[in-house]
């Protein structure tokens, strides 16, 4: 199963969405957002191109959604989260929560730095920021995305728009 992963949109309207997440979005598994949609529209929007949307509250989200989710593929626990709540790039943090709920992957975004790191048999996913917006750091960013493939291997892809 390919569940495309997204966060930090930073967009007040849908029609910003880059073609090849649009044409991704129809065709995975599934969508899954770490936050900062920032709009009621986008999230709407992400609902229509694909009924499952697996999405967490950013720090600039005003929507009521959740702060962390778990969910379960091919016996795989995945877990989301946006990550605001450890500070920026603390990946200590990020893994000792990821290891306290007992994920296999921990997705997450909020630093807009496009990561897979694999820290033992934990899968730490942030897919960067789709839009390239600035970091919160003040850091240029590149359009990213990444792919997740989960079946007896789980592997992850970034992709640059």
């Known amino acids: 199963m390919k569940y495309l992963i997204?966060?930090?949109?930073?967009?007040?309207?849908?029609?910003?969405?880059?073609?090849?997440?649009?044409?991704?979005?129809?065709?995975?598994?599934?969508?899954?957002?770490?936050?900062?949609?920032?709009?009621?529209?986008?999230?709407?929007?992400?609902?229509?191109?694909?009924?499952?949307l697996i999405v967490v509250k950013g720090n600039c989200d005003s929507i009521e959604l959740p702060e962390y989710l778990e969910f379960e593929v091919e016996n795989k626990k995945?877990?989301?989260?946006?990550?605001?709540?450890?500070?920026?790039?603390?990946?200590?943090?990020?893994?000792?929560?990821?290891n306290s709920k007992k994920v296999d992957v921990l997705i997450f975004g909020h630093t807009h730095q496009p990561l897979v790191e694999k820290r033992g048999?934990?899968?730490?996913?942030?897919?960067?920021?789709l839009t390239g917006t600035i970091s919160g750091e003040g850091i240029k960013t590149e359009?990213?995305?990444?792919?997740?493939e989960i079946g007896k291997e789980i592997n992850a892809k970034l992709k640059t728009i």
Do not use: W
């Open 78 to 98: 995945i877990g989301v989260i946006h990550s605001n709540q450890f500070g920026r790039n603390n990946l200590e943090k990020i893994s000792e929560f990821a």
């Open 143 to 148: 359009k990213t995305y990444a792919v997740l």
């Open 121 to 129: 048999d934990l899968l730490l996913i942030n897919p960067g920021t």
């Open 6 to 52: 997204i966060s930090d949109l930073h967009l007040s309207e849908p029609n910003k969405l880059p073609k090849i997440i649009i044409e991704l979005a129809k065709e995975l598994e599934g969508i899954i957002c770490a936050g900062d949609l920032t709009s009621e529209k986008v999230l709407e929007e992400l609902k229509e191109m694909n009924k499952n």
